[in-house]
């Protein structure tokens, strides 16, 4: 069973994955929730991801660019920019960081 | 796209959603497009088609609306909103469009008729307490979306409730406009009235283009065409005083005024049928 994330620890990790996701690959809203779900984040409201697109493309984290889709009319593909990618290695440093620290103690309990 | 193109779009997207996911859908359009006067169109329009795209994808691969957005849509679109800067522009359009049209309204008598006064005072004073109802009118459509629709469920007393609010609210704009007298009084007469007139004219052309007002606006712009016609033929020598004063000339004119109402009517019909059959 997946634990429930709460929603202000989601917000800080969730902007890190979703660079990490579209660093590999740009891709659109519902390509992006579908690889949430595939990396085990299928619990989260994916109406959480729009405000945050919004948030990185204001951050320059990302630039939004109309492209054809696969199926159907043109979709908004979010590409990762230099700002993002610096951003998205210091998520990962953060993250190892921190995630060194809490496995100790979880160790140690 | 432009903000036009993506509406039309969402529109004709829109009839592809199942009839739960078209209701949860078509509630956060409302709420959005309601909440969002203040922030800029092209950007709201193109998070809701966005969020429509990914939710018909959603609902091919078997997943609902609310299982794939999420069960507060509302905090959803609240954290979007506040991601958004403010937009002069939406604003400005929303706030001319109320009273530029509600003071085309009001000086409708005084264009065509040059000795009726126009009260600036009250015009002023009546259109700050529409803006101020309107805007608390988005404020509480946008509340009973997610909000009161639970609380009063039962639809004639909905209704009741709202008419009632209506009234109470339309109450005082009568109240101002009937009693509130203010030293303010222009009359628009001879060619000073003329030069007004093609001002005000101008004004209204440049802001509806500004605004982006093509289609919808031609009724309003064509009528206001024929007013100014009217007017300048009230406020001139000999046409005037034939039209104002005699009995055959009012007579011209009622007519006449008639006639514009009547194709101002019919412009529009035309307009919104063809709006429709393209599905916008």
């Known amino acids: 069973m ?7 620890m989601l917000k800080g990790i969730l902007q890190g994955v979703m660079l990490m996701i579209l660093a590999k690959q740009p891709d659109y809203g519902y390509g992006i929730s579908t690889q949430l779900n595939q990396y085990g984040l299928d619990n989260i409201p994916k109406g959480t991801i729009y405000p945050l697109l919004t948030a990185m493309e204001k951050r ?5 660019k109309m492209q054809p889709s696969e199926n159907g009319p043109d979709r908004k593909y979010y590409h ?3 700002a993002g990618q610096v951003a998205r290695q210091e998520f990962v440093q953060e993250w190892q960081f921190l995630a060194q620290i809490v496995n100790k103690l979880i160790e140690e309990r | 796209m432009n903000v036009n193109d993506m509406i039309q779009s969402n529109n004709f997207l829109r009839e592809k959603l199942n009839q739960n996911n078209k209701r949860y859908y078509e509630n ?13 169109e092209q950007a709201i329009e193109s998070y809701l088609l966005s969020v429509l795209q990914d939710i018909l994808d959603a609902q091919n691969d078997g997943q609902s609306a609310e299982k794939y957005f999420g069960k507060d849509p509302k905090r959803l679109a609240d954290e979007y909103l506040q991601q958004l800067p403010n937009s002069g522009r939406t604003a400005i359009k929303m706030i001319g469009t109320i009273v530029l049209g509600y003071i085309l309204f009001s000086m409708l008598p005084a264009l065509v008729i040059p000795t009726k006064g126009i009260d600036f005072g009250t015009l002023i004073f009546s259109s700050l307490y529409m803006l101020l109802v309107i805007w608390f009118g988005f404020k509480y459509l946008a509340g009973t979306i997610y909000g009161m629709r639970q609380v009063i469920n039962n639809r004639i007393l909905n209704f009741a409730l709202m008419w009632l609010a209506s009234c109470l609210l339309v109450l005082p704009l009568m109240l101002i406009i009937l009693f509130v007298k203010t030293p303010l009084i222009i009359k628009l007469t001879g060619w000073i009235g003329i030069i007004i007139i093609l001002l005000l004219m101008a004004i209204l052309i440049i802001y509806s283009h500004f605004a982006g007002y093509k289609k919808m606006g031609r009724p309003v712009i064509l009528f206001s065409l024929e007013l100014t016609l009217l007017g300048i033929l009230t406020r001139l020598p000999v046409v005037g005083s034939y039209l104002t004063e005699t009995k055959p000339g009012k007579n011209i004119l009622a007519g006449l005024l008639a006639i514009f109402l009547v194709i101002f009517w019919i412009v529009t019909v035309v307009i919104i049928k063809s709006s429709e059959n393209k599905g916008e």
């Not at chain 1, 997946?2 to 202000?8: L, Y």
């Not at chain 1, 320059?60 to 939004?64: P, R």
């Not at chain 2, 956060?28 to 800029?40: C, I, N, Q």
């Open chain 2, 28 to 40: 956060l359009l409302m709420y959005v497009r309601l909440s969002s006067w203040h922030h800029d």
């Open chain 1, 60 to 64: 320059n984290y990302l630039v939004g």
């Open chain 1, 2 to 8: 997946q634990p429930n994330i709460s929603s202000q």
């Open chain 1, 80 to 82: 990762v920019t230099q």
